[in-house]
């Protein structure tokens, strides 16, 4: 009985989103499901799925959160060009 625990940060991946959205939750759901049947042989009915969404200041790499990260990765970028 599979246990997948998908762990993604709350943030709009499309125009106007703050959010994953229903469809894309349920895109995951089925795509992971499906992709453990297809490997391992996994009855999607026995298969847990569980999205969980993180705030971004509940995120971290790098020693710092995800959205100081970004800004590291945008002022390296910046000074590249």
Request: overall charge negative.
């Amino acid at each position: 009985m599979p246990y997948v625990n998908i762990k993604v940060t709350r943030e709009g991946t499309l125009p106007g989103e703050t959010a994953t959205t229903p469809e894309q939750k349920k895109a995951l759901i089925k795509g992971v499901s499906d992709l453990l049947f297809e490997v391992m042989g996994k009855a999607p009915h026995t298969t847990y799925v569980i999205i969980e969404e993180v705030e971004l200041e509940n995120w971290g790499v790098g020693g710092v959160t995800t959205p100081e990260y970004r800004q590291q990765i945008a002022a390296k970028a910046d000074k590249s060009t």
